[in-house]
């Protein structure tokens, strides 16, 4: 079955400094990937995604995200913090083998950066 | 270019009431993903359709819920008699017709409050 984990339920850093978010997935076979944000009362917003090609993707907001497959892992980074990143963040997966079906979320990730 | 919609916004219900929740995909999108996004966890696949075709309703609970995306209009999430236990903010996303590699938008969603 697949599925998600975001171990840290919040995550704290002060602006300016570097911030990752970290992500592990399971699925049977190649993982899409995905990074959503979620600010209070709003849906969620797309930051980037893998799908195949360079394990370091680019994405909204000065984020960026590594893929590594030997530690199926999908941590979210961004190298210098702004207070206005503070938010919710889910990371998700589907399998590569399965169009259309939907994705699999983790529980989420709240980043809270101080001034 | 207009988002994804939905509404209501926020919805009052009193137990055992039915509650309608609508959502109009993005232009040139023609898949409609349904999420339950109770507190303090990450978001849960609900259904998944197709111009007037349920795909993937598998993450549906098996009473009281349906969903249907007719030819034309809004999809619509209908649960009937609800219960406290259905409180929850409802998102709907939505992706272009066909690859897993498309990138589900998500709309504002809809927060439920059954009194």
């Known amino acids: 079955a697949q599925s998600v984990a975001q171990p840290e339920d919040q995550v704290n850093v002060a602006e300016g400094n570097p911030l990752t978010v970290k992500c592990t997935y399971s699925v049977s076979g190649n993982p899409y990937l995905f990074w959503y944000v979620q600010y209070p009362n709003r849906g969620l917003q797309f930051l980037l995604k893998?799908?195949?090609?360079?394990?370091l993707v680019k994405g909204s907001y000065g984020f960026e995200a590594e893929f590594n497959k030997s530690q199926t892992s999908f941590h979210l980074k961004k190298p210098s913090a702004l207070v206005s990143d503070s938010a919710l963040y889910f990371c998700a997966v589907r399998d590569i083998n399965q169009a259309g079906t939907a994705l699999i979320f983790g529980k989420g990730t709240t980043l809270s950066v101080s001034s | 270019n207009a988002g994804v919609m939905q509404n209501p916004r926020h919805l009052v219900r009193r137990r055992g009431q039915e509650a309608r929740l609508r959502c109009s995909p993005m232009?040139?999108?023609?898949?409609v993903y349904w999420y339950r996004q109770l507190p303090e966890e990450g978001l849960k696949f609900m259904v998944y359709?197709?111009?007037?075709?349920?795909?993937?309703e598998s993450g549906m609970p098996k009473e009281r819920f349906s969903a249907e995306f007719p030819k034309e209009g809004p999809s619509i999430l209908r649960i009937q008699q609800v219960v406290r236990g259905d409180s929850a903010a409802y998102f709907c996303?939505?992706?272009?017709?066909?690859?897993?590699?498309?990138?589900?938008?998500f709309g504002p969603g809809t927060r439920l409050t059954v009194l």
């Open positions: 893998y799908i195949t090609g360079d394990n």
């Open positions: 359709l197709q111009k007037e075709n349920i795909i993937d």
């Open positions: 996303a939505s992706s272009p017709p066909g690859q897993a590699t498309d990138t589900q938008y």
């Open positions: 232009k040139g999108h023609s898949h």
